[in-house]
Every structure is written in structure tokens, then in C-alpha cells.
């Protein structure tokens, strides 16, 4: 069975900072180091959007809209991504989502989701 379990989500206040985490657990797990793991986040009433991927080959690319205040990392060892993120705004408001796979975008599979709200 696949899992990928968010954590770390929660409310702060606008210029503050939050650690999303995310475990991956299942057989094709295995080889955590061959997945591209990514970030995604949904707002209320929009589309959901790229946040940060990260490479099996540990090349991170962000959306514009991050660059600068967002970090992907991933601990192979602990098949586990992380999303450090800071100097949050409030239309960082949304449900954000962990995703694994072989493609460049790595969207094979989707964890439920952890929500971050950013107070003004």
C-alpha cells in the first residue's frame, strides 16, 4: 500500500515560517531515491497549483511565486521530503499536497493533504 503522509501544516501569521514534512511508506517505497517528490497546494475555489519538485538527482525547481522564500530537501535515508517555508503571506493560504513519482513532475501519487492558513 502507498502512503504518503503530510505533516507540519497549521495556522501562522503573515512573515512567519512552517515546515511541512512528508513520510512515504509502501513497497514501491523501497527505492525512495528514484522518485521525483514534489509539493503541490490548492486554494479555496482555484486550480491546484506546482509549489517545488525535487529530482531523484536532488535538482529542486520552484514556482516563481516561492522562489526565494520556499525550500524543498528530501532525506532519502528516512524516505522522507520536506517544505521549508518563510516569509509566508496570506494568499499562501491553501491545502498542500505531497506527491511522488518517476516523471519530471512527480504526480503518480498524492498524499491527503495538510493545510496551511496564513493570518494578515
Known amino acids: 500500500q502507498v502512503q504518503l503522509v503530510e505533516s507540519g501544516g497549521g495556522l501562522v501569521q503573515s512573515g512567519g515560517s512552517l515546515r511541512l514534512s512528508c513520510a512515504a511508506s509502501g513497497s514501491i517505497f523501497s527505492i525512495f531515491s528514484i522518485y521525483t517528490m514534489g509539493w503541490y497546494r490548492q486554494a479555496p475555489r482555484k486550480q491546484r497549483e506546482l509549489v517545488a519538485v525535487m529530482t531523484r538527482g536532488g535538482t529542486p525547481n520552484y514556482a516563481d511565486f516561492v522562489k526565494g522564500r520556499f525550500t524543498i530537501s528530501r532525506d532519502n535515508a528516512k524516505n522522507t521530503v520536506y517544505l521549508q517555508m518563510n516569509s509566508l503571506k496570506p494568499e499562501d493560504t491553501a491545502v498542500y499536497y505531497c506527491?511522488?513519482?518517476?516523471?519530471?513532475?512527480?504526480?503518480?501519487?498524492w498524499g491527503q493533504g495538510t493545510q496551511v492558513t496564513v493570518s494578515s
Open positions: 506527491t511522488a513519482g518517476k516523471s519530471t513532475m512527480g504526480t503518480d501519487y
